[in-house]
């Protein structure tokens, strides 16, 4: 007997996203005893049910809309995490656009203050060589 197992990315939270294995077919059966007393509970026999149509028909009906639920619902999830770790890469990549912008903006600013500089030294060197060159006239 075969078993279907869906792998999807489950979001946990903006940060953390986990892969997750679940097997959806065959169904796991849960018993559950009826009565609200944790000892010496007994389990009380199911009511009889007619079942129009049949119930296998009914019990393929509800089998395909469980699974396709069960699909839409890891979809959603896979999706909701997918956009999470988007959104993360997207905030890291700002991040550190804004922190290289930040040292590229510093790099230009001390060029151009050592370019300027570097004119005002020529200015102040060719104002006192003329008036030297006025001296000794």
Known sequence: ???VHVVFTEF?????QETRVHRILPLEIEEREIGGRAEGSVSAPLPPYEFEPAPGAVLDLLLRQYVRGRIWSMLLESSAAEHAARRQAMMSATDNAHELIGQLTRRANSARQAEITTELTEIVSGAEALERKGDEE
């Not at 946990?12 to 953390?16: D, E, G, I, P, Y």
């Open 1 to 3: 007997m075969g078993e």
């Open 12 to 16: 946990v939270s903006m940060l953390t």
